[in-house]
């Protein structure tokens, strides 16, 4: 699949690099070509500069926002929460059919621990829904950290749970293939993109549970 990531942080660069390992054409997207490979130092999160990730992933392509998504089959959302629908704009006519999965949480960091930025009521997923109408969102993955998102296992054997929600039933097929090339088992459709707020608002249990736990290899699972 012709598949654009939107984000050079650590969630961008790990699906771009777990969806070229799966056999997929990925390209990654940045505000700004030139100015992300220039940067020199390490990110907010020691990440090493974008530029040393990229020649260690030669078979990922990188792109403007505007350029990244021009005939992309799957866009995945994986910017900066707060930031994500001006990001989106950016990349315009590229989201039109295309399957949009939104991993974004919207997180407040001026307060120091993070806070939700978006309202009770709402949700990032269905913001970026009802302002790319021609895009099917499907929110999923937000619930855990970066490397758990590709590798399940990692984490009780893999027997925990992810969400899907969107309001396109085919879409929410496709990515639910797509997760279980990563290992998935334990895929639970939530329903319509309403119910993207449901798993954005777990956000605050999961940032309790690394302090609790002091790690961020943590899973939610739904038993029944
Ligand atoms: N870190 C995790 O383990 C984790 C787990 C679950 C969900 N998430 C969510 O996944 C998303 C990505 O997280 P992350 O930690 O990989 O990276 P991040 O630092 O939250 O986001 C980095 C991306 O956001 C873009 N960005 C930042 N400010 C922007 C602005 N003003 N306008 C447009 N784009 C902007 C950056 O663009 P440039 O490339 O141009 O710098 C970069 O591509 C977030 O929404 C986060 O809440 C993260």
Do not use: C, Y
């Not at 992300?36 to 030669?58: I, K, L, Q, V, Y």
């Not at 736990?213 to 038993?223: E, R, S």
């Amino acid at each position: 699949m012709r598949i654009t990531v939107l984000g050079t942080g650590t969630v961008g660069r790990t699906l771009a690099a777990a969806l070229a390992e799966r056999g997929h054409d990925v390209t990654v997207g940045t505000r700004d070509v030139s100015t992300t490979m220039a940067r020199s130092e390490p990110d907010a999160w020691g990440n090493p500069p974008f530029a040393a990730w990229s020649a260690d992933h030669p078979d990922v392509a990188i792109a403007a926002f505007a350029d990244a998504a021009a005939d992309a089959e799957l866009v995945v959302n994986a910017t900066a929460g707060t930031s994500s629908l001006a990001a989106l704009e950016a990349v315009g006519d590229g989201l039109a059919g295309a399957i949009l999965v939104d991993v974004a949480n919207a997180l407040d960091f001026s307060g120091g621990a993070p806070a939700l930025a978006v309202s009770d009521e709402g949700s990032l997923g269905q913001q970026i829904q009802a302002r790319f109408p021609e895009a099917r969102v499907v929110k999923t993955l937000n619930t855990m950290n970066a490397s758990v998102m590709v590798d399940p296992a990692g984490v009780g054997g893999g027997d925990h749970t992810v969400f899907v929600s969107g309001d396109d039933p085919q879409a929410k097929e496709v990515v639910t293939e797509l997760l279980a090339t990563f290992g998935w088992t334990d895929i639970l459709d939530l329903g319509g993109i309403g119910t993207a707020g449901a798993v954005e608002r777990l956000l605050p249990l999961w940032i309790a549970l690394l302090g609790t736990l002091g790690t961020p290899a943590i899973g939610f699972k739904v038993v029944r």
